[in-house]
């Protein structure tokens, strides 16, 4: 069958009256100056001239290898759709390269170059004229973007999922390329039969259906039409050796050229493109917005709904004059202009420098990894240390806007190594243990830090998982195990090589560089990564020092590595307790009081968590521990909501205390509070808010609530009426600068957003009462939509909580979402031995207390929880459990 024969219509997704053939003239200089090629393209110019639109640019889409334009099919449609209801009209060509889809195969050998050349040709061909945005998957991103650097004059932009302009030589190509391109195997993998077609296939998350995976197979039906795909994969240049290794470099160094708008979207399960590609391109295009999909993988456009996201940010960064498609900044967050003009709070080191001559108590580790008991760190040693370490880390290649994951435990060195990485200008990348191995590992390839800094165990996991970045260890280690885990150096050799340097440090980073990247628990998904400027991570200290009191002189008790790390930035004396802090539920009463006691302390900060745990442990206290423990003045309890029993219960462990109970995430890490008092006074004055009050904002932070319309969207404009339900939105100065490569996240949760003002989409659900206070009901995702109207789930799990022989309750919804029916599970007192239906007694007390239609009640021993918090119900997996277990399936534990 010829080309001219073969038809690509009929294809599942594929709108025939995009496809079209197109000859082009061979570009001069080639084999055959004066033949001419038929290309197949999907291309909407006669619909948009249908209906009469004329297109606001053009988006030039190329495919990869072994994929064609049906790549692009859903795009071409949604674009075309938008016009249609009157929005920008965009021309969508996608191409089928030469040798590839249904375009012609003439038997050429072509190179990396000859591919942008023929592309080239194509629109010239076409008559394109700008603006033009390129989008390229695979190789096919390659070629876009060497187009792309050789039209500047028609280029408003570029997109690209997956794919690399350059090969790191500190890194082999990836397995299944250099699996492709044994000699022996070449020809027969790619040619002679489809195993390089189908495996590539084989990657998308989820798999494809049979029908889609045909049609991407149906123009490679013979060898002799697989041809190219063997090409491809020969021409990938290797090395500098490669033909076409000069063209590669050429295109690399005209994308860091570029100042377009640019939009990388990223699959990272992608065992060829990794975030180690994505990182190269990030370094090259630094003013790119880049959205990582968890979950994703190589045939990324297969994955996920791409072509809403590729309209929307055409919108905002091509056709909208917008600071950020104006500028190369790099700034994901819509500038704070108040803040701005606003003084810079002191930087977070300033205490370090003010008391390096204090021989005063900075820090206290009541459990030291050396075993030896208490470790005491004076104001002078650890200013010495860090200065140490951070002229040591210089001298070890570490520069200012160098990524430095930190994998340490708690403690001096943990302290050390962070302000060393901030003073000079080092972004730290803190994600949490508690996420798991997985979690953990997801994390740091996420952020991609240019070094890691850590325990031993830590870099057996970087060099178990492939962790990117030069490596230094916490502790010495032997040669051989330095060598074998590729460590350049440990904590007291970079100090050495430091002192060796003189401790001369780079210039101060300016308020507005970016400081640190902080993960979420991933309690509510995959954990995120949360990045901070100076200046904001500066009016957070300001906030809590003015907020608790906290200042030189204060003793802080932190069962919550954040606030540890906090205290000498406050001027606190900061006592890390016996624990594991990856684990909060392993604080003892004991060791709070010990801790307490070691530093003279007056402040106690600790997660919910961590509070039961001291007050189940409190019989164990001796009379002396008790009477430290009654000198407390203030103490600090968020990241969950806490019972108002557990509140009596600390408050008379801690009779002298203040209680307080703080709101706030990762995203903001103080927005408002509320002591037991208050809240006392809260309850008293509503006997059924339905939810739990967190009091009225902090310090300069302004809480607005978004509305919830009847499918439980957050939808309303921003307001601070009472008694009104809806998303809570948050502006403060210390709010987070955005998320790190997630931009659709970031665009989600600041859209209220204004050149004077940023706000914070929280996720949470909740009201204002009358008089100001917060009131939490839930988590967005959380909310149920019944057919009679939409419900929170914190106050009828508060109203069930209150039964006897009940513990901790959870309302999810199980259905379609419009007639969802409420669920509740709970677990009973004593714990139940396995999950069960509730008897008819208690299922008619649930439903009486719920004050809300009960469809069903279950029992379980345990409700599952977050790993940091170990308090965060997972509502999302009970939902999926509670609709399995009701629609017949086994009564396994959630």
């Keep these: 069958m010829t080309a001219g024969q073969l038809s690509p219509l009929g294809l599942p997704g594929l709108e025939s009256r995009f496809s079209r053939f197109v000859t082009v003239p061979d570009v001069v200089g080639l084999e055959t100056p004066a033949a001419e090629h038929r290309w197949h393209l999907l291309d909407n110019a006669e619909p948009l001239a249908a209906l009469g639109a004329t297109p606001v640019g053009t988006i030039l889409a190329v495919h990869g290898n072994p994929t064609w334009s049906y790549l692009w099919r859903s795009l071409v449609s949604a674009a075309t759709a938008q016009a249609e209801a009157g929005g920008p009209a965009w021309r969508v060509i996608a191409v089928d390269q030469l040798e590839m889809g249904y375009s012609e195969r003439t038997g050429r050998t072509l190179t990396l170059s000859d591919r942008i050349d023929d592309l080239g040709a194509l629109t010239d061909a076409l008559g394109l004229d700008g603006p033009v945005v390129t989008m390229g998957h695979d190789w096919g991103g390659v070629i876009s973007l060497g187009w792309a650097t050789r039209h500047p004059q028609l280029l408003a932009g570029v997109m690209a999922l997956n794919t690399a302009v350059h090969q790191p030589t500190d890194a082999p190509i990836p397995a299944p390329l250099r699996l492709a391109l044994k000699r022996s195997l070449l020809a027969g993998s790619t040619v002679q039969t489809p195993a390089f077609l189908n495996v590539t296939l084989s990657l998308a998350q989820p798999a494809l259906s049979p029908e889609v995976r045909a049609a991407y197979t149906a123009p490679y039906a013979t060898a002799e039409r697989r041809r190219g795909i063997g090409a491809f994969v020969a021409d990938i240049p290797v090395d500098e050796r490669h033909r076409s290794f000069p063209e590669l470099e050429r295109v690399a160094t005209g994308v860091s050229r570029l100042r377009v708008p640019a939009l990388l979207l990223w699959g990272p399960k992608d065992p060829v493109f990794s975030d180690r590609y994505l990182a190269d391109l990030v370094n090259r295009m630094p003013h790119a917005d880049v959205h990582r999909f968890e979950g994703a993988g190589h045939l990324i456009a297969e994955d996920i709904d791409f072509a809403p996201v590729v309209l929307q940010w055409l919108s905002e960064r091509v056709l909208a004059n917008t600071p950020e498609a104006a500028s190369a900044a790099g700034h994901d967050a819509t500038p704070d202009v108040g803040d701005a003009q606003a003084p810079a709070p002191a930087p977070l080191w300033s205490y370090l420098d003010r008391l390096r001559d204090s021989n005063d108590t900075a820090l206290v580790e009541m459990a030291p990894s050396t075993g030896a008991g208490p470790r005491t760190v004076s104001w002078r040693l650890l200013s010495r240390r860090v200065r140490e370490i951070a002229a040591g880390l210089v001298a070890h290649g570490v520069r200012p806007g160098d990524r430095v994951s930190v994998l340490v435990p708690a403690g001096a ?336 949760s600041d859209r209220d957003s204004t050149p004077d003002r940023r706000w914070h989409r929280t996720g949470d659900v909740g009201h204002l009462d009358a008089s100001g206070r917060l009131w939490v009901e839930g988590r967005l995702p959380h909310v149920i939509v019944t057919d009679t109207g939409v419900i929170t789930p914190v106050g009828p799990e508060q109203r069930v909580e209150r039964l006897p022989g009940l513990g901790r309750a959870a309302a999810v919804g199980v259905g379609p979402s419009g007639t969802q029916q409420v669920v509740i599970v709970a677990e009973s007192r004593p714990p139940a031995r396995r999950p069960h239906l509730a008897s008819a007694r208690l299922t008619a007390d649930v439903r009486r207390a719920a004050g809300v239609a009960v469809a069903a009640v279950l029992i379980v021993p345990l409700l599952p929880t977050d790993i940091r918090h170990n308090s965060k119900v997972n509502r999302s997996a009970l939902a999926r459990w509670a609709t399995g277990v009701l629609a017949g399936g086994r009564m396994r534990r959630p």
């Design 413 to 748: 060195d943990l302290t050390a190594v962070l302000y060393a990485c901030l003073r000079i200008g080092a972004i730290v990348v803190v994600a949490d243990a508690g996420l798991g191995v997985n979690g953990l590992s997801r994390a740091v390839r996420g952020a991609w830090p240019d070094h890691v800094i850590g325990i031993q165990r830590a870099l057996l996991a970087a060099k178990a998982l492939g962790w990117p970045g030069q490596k230094f260890s916490a502790t010495r280690l032997t040669a051989p195990a330095a060598r074998a885990l590729g460590v350049t150096a440990s904590l007291s050799q970079l100090a050495a090589a430091g002192r060796a340097a003189g401790g001369e440090l780079p210039p101060e980073p300016q308020p507005d560089d970016f400081a640190a990247i902080l993960f979420t628990s991933g309690s509510t998904g995959p954990a995120k990564g949360v990045a901070y400027t100076h200046r904001q991570l500066g009016a957070l200290s300001e906030t809590l020092s003015a907020q608790f009191g906290l200042t030189v002189g204060s003793g802080l008790v932190a069962g919550f590595a954040p606030f540890a790390l906090l205290g000498p930035a406050l001027g606190a004396t900061s006592v890390s307790p016996d624990m594991d802090v990856t684990s909060p539920g392993t604080l003892t009463a004991g060791a709070v009081a010990d801790a307490t006691r070691a530093a003279d302390a007056d402040v106690i900060f600790a997660s919910p968590a961590a509070l039961m745990n001291v007050v189940a442990t409190a019989d164990s206290l001796t009379d002396r521990q008790r009477v430290t423990l009654a000198g407390v003045h203030t103490l600090l309890s968020a990241g969950a909501p806490l019972s108002l029993p557990l509140l009596e219960q600390v408050s008379a462990l801690l009779p002298s205390a203040t209680v307080h109970t703080p709101y706030g995430m990762t995203e903001g890490l103080l927005l408002t509070d509320i002591t037991l008092e208050g809240i006392l006074e809260s309850d008293s004055e509503s006997t059924d808010a339905g939810g739990v009050c967190v009091g009225a904002a902090a310090g300069s932070a302004t809480i607005r609530i978004s509305p919830l319309d009847e499918t439980g969207a957050a939808s309303g404009p921003l307001t601070d009426a009472a008694n009104v339900t809806g998303e809570i939105v948050v502006s403060a100065p210390h709010i987070k600068d955005h998320y790190d490569r997630l931009w659709i996240t970031q665009r989600d």
